[in-house]
């Protein structure tokens, strides 16, 4: 079956340090590859997507490129901030299973000043 | 914000009980998922309403239950409650389907104490 692979956290770093948070997938048809974000007491929110292979998803200086040779999707940002302090989760929605969002076990960051 | 709201945001009860959450999807979505979160078991898919029709299951107990009404707002019942029910339970949306592509917004989420 479909699982997501996320490295342990949690990851400290300090501010402007840069950001890797390694993901790798197993999957059987052709999935979509996602980051979710997860502020303290907050739901999760959409980070960025990839829908195919070689994409690559960006939003607010993070950035993930789908990876089909390594199955991987690896979350990085150049300079973080104390703001990004959030539980991230990888997460795939595989073609033949539509529907479902089968997620990592999420990787908490902490970013120190 | 998302556009996803659920209520109740907190829910504690005891061993045994009932419990109704409530989610009402982005305006214009058709698709309501519902996921669990615990410590132990992470991130699960529980269900997946379409247009008021079951459209796919995960692991969901048979203690627990979910509808979607006409209005699309969507309902996860949860039954002879135990310990191990406590957990923080999502509601999501999307447009459509289902398809794998479709980017599914999730709500603020319920916390539910099972005392």
């Known amino acids: 079956g479909d699982s997501v692979t996320q490295m342990e956290g949690p990851v400290t770093l300090s501010e402007e340090a840069f950001l890797t948070i390694n993901c790798t997938y197993t999957?059987?048809?052709?999935?979509?590859l996602f980051w979710y974000v997860q502020y303290p007491g907050e739901g999760l929110q959409l980070l960025l997507k990839?829908?195919?292979?070689?994409d690559k998803g960006s939003n607010k200086g993070f950035e993930a490129t789908y990876r089909k040779e390594t199955t991987s999707f690896h979350l990085e940002k150049g300079s973080v901030q104390v703001s990004d302090s959030a539980v991230y989760f990888c997460?795939?929605?595989?073609?033949?299973?539509?529907?479902?969002?089968?997620f990592g076990t999420g990787t908490r960051l902490q970013v120190t000043l | 914000d998302s556009g996803v709201t659920q209520t109740p945001k907190h829910l504690i009860t005891a061993t045994g009980q009932r419990v109704t959450l409530r989610c009402s999807p982005r305006?214009?979505?058709?698709?309501v998922y519902w996921y669990q979160q615990s410590l132990d078991q992470g991130l699960q898919f529980l269900i997946q309403?379409?247009?008021?029709?079951?459209?796919a299951k995960g692991n969901i107990l048979e203690r627990f239950s979910a509808q979607q009404f006409p209005d699309l707002h969507s309902e996860l019942n949860l039954s002879s409650l135990e310990l191990g029910d406590s957990a923080l339970y999502f509601c999501?949306?999307?447009?459509?389907?289902?398809?794998?592509?479709?980017?599914?917004?999730f709500g603020p989420g319920t916390r539910l104490l099972v005392l």
């Open positions: 999501a949306s999307s447009v459509g389907a289902g398809r794998s592509q479709e980017t599914q917004y």
């Open positions: 999957a059987t048809g052709y999935p979509s």
């Open positions: 990839a829908t195919k292979a070689d």
């Open positions: 997460a795939l929605s595989d073609t033949g299973t539509a529907s479902k969002l089968t």
């Open positions: 305006s214009g979505d058709l698709s």
């Open positions: 309403y379409y247009n008021g029709e079951e459209r």
